[in-house]
């Protein structure tokens, strides 16, 4: 049974990574794994009602997460509606793409701390959009967006979902975790950002640039929605810590303040107002995505509910022995499945008593689980909302990012172990 169910989730990803070879939607392909690897763990399996306990167990898990991406994309597609995202790209006023480059980089990595990964590859991909029209030079830029979310949510304790669970588990403590790994993240997004500066040469070619340029004053309801927006999404971590409820519920409640007032802006105007209705937004939204997403968590789950992934830890605990090195290699695995519960099986296998708060162990797996994932353009909730938004291929990521997000990973984890050292 376990060997079928890791053949099914080997040639899903196959076919996903080879959807442009195959002419396969990688949606379809995502849920037909997802769905086979239940099929064959619960006809093989003498307990189903355990399964299906488990299976609801995982559902409620992964719900809050498509919940939470529908109604932040559901946010930035009203704002995006609004134009709202024109008065942020007509104060960016440069065309060099080596100087945007770092302007993307560093709000995105900023940006990320204060909201989280997802959040933040959902907002700047739909910004550059706005920005950038040749498809190429933009799917970089996406990529680099990528990588600096990772890198920015790595070293926030509510920027990352690991990071969180590292958190709220008592592995790490806040202000530790921020000391500590500030500088390695940090790194982890310059190195891309420095050979991204060489592919990358001359000016940007702007989509509606001159018609952003002549406009003077942008109208109230454009200016008023974008500040209910960001403030709906930078509200979320507050909801969380004050609520102590999960964070989909925060983007439900932000969603629903957004809704009200687009509403009252439009009740007395004309029919063409509808245009900006949240229900022509949430008809804009890319389902397909969603449901990658559910499908790639589904056979994530599968693995980790017939103990797959703790049995992984396991043997690389048992065969590599070094710490700095396991920790390293579940960083590059997060890459292949979701960081979540690799970081789950992990803090399973080693107790607090014997790795306390703030230990090597808990620090170096926050940086590593965080920012591995940009290694592949499926390994990271953030890459998956840029996949999906931007359409990139996951051969050409592979080929043209993937050793770039490597690079910034290990410089990162070598600039961490020297800190440590």
């Avoid at 550059?128 to 990529?143: G, H, P, Q, V």
């Avoid at 439009?266 to 229900?279: A, C, L, M, T, W």
Wanted: glycine share 8%; net charge neutral.
């Amino acid at each position: 049974m376990y060997t079928l169910i890791l053949i099914t989730f080997i040639v899903g990803y196959l076919f996903i990574a080879l959807e442009g070879r195959i002419q396969i939607n990688k949606t379809a392909t995502a849920l037909v794994a997802g769905v086979l690897c239940w099929v064959f763990y619960i006809i093989n399996s003498a307990h189903k009602d355990l399964v299906t306990q488990q299976l609801y167990e995982h559902i409620g898990e992964i719900s809050s997460l498509l919940f939470f991406l529908l109604s932040a994309m559901t946010i930035v597609e009203i704002m995006d509606g609004h134009h709202a995202f024109d008065i942020i790209s007509s104060r960016i006023k440069t065309m060099n793409k080596r100087k945007l480059l770092w302007i993307i980089g560093i709000v995105s990595f900023f940006l990320s701390a204060v909201l989280d990964n997802l959040t933040t590859a959902i907002v700047m991909v739909s910004l550059l959009r706005k920005m950038i029209n040749d498809k190429e030079t933009r799917i970089y830029f996406a990529s680099l967006v990528v990588i600096a979310a990772n890198a920015g949510g790595a070293w926030s304790p509510i920027g990352d979902v690991t990071t969180t669970m590292l958190w709220i588990g008592g592995q790490i403590s806040a202000t530790n975790i921020i000391k500590v790994l500030i500088v390695p993240s940090v790194v982890s997004l310059v190195v891309p950002i420095l050979i991204f500066s060489v592919i990358l040469k001359g000016n940007i070619k702007p989509l509606q640039r001159e018609e952003i340029k002549n406009q003077q004053n942008f109208p109230f309801d454009q200016k008023l929605i974008l500040v209910v927006g960001m403030a709906a999404l930078m509200f979320v971590p507050v909801f969380k810590a004050v609520t102590g409820l999960p964070p989909f519920m925060g983007i439900l409640l932000g969603l629903g303040f957004v809704w009200v007032i687009t509403e009252f802006l439009h009740k007395y105007k004309d029919e063409e107002s509808v245009n900006f209705s949240v229900v022509q937004a949430i008809r804009r939204i890319d389902a397909p995505s969603i449901l990658f997403f559910l499908g790639v968590l589904l056979a994530v789950a599968a693995l980790q509910s017939t103990n797959q992934l703790t049995h992984l830890a396991e043997y690389m605990n048992a065969k590599i022995g070094r710490l700095d090195l396991i920790v390293i290699g579940i960083g590059l695995l997060s890459a292949i499945v979701d960081n979540v519960p690799l970081v789950a099986a992990t803090m399973g296998m080693y107790p607090l008593h014997a790795y306390p708060t703030d230990h090597f162990l808990w620090e170096f797996i926050a940086y590593c689980a965080g920012t591995g994932g940009s290694c592949l353009i499926i390994g990271s909730a953030s890459g998956v909302a840029a996949m999906g938004i931007e359409k990139i291929d996951f051969i050409w990521y592979l080929k043209k990012i993937s050793w770039i997000a490597l690079f910034g990973y290990l410089a990162g984890a070598a600039v961490y172990l020297l800190e440590y050292v």
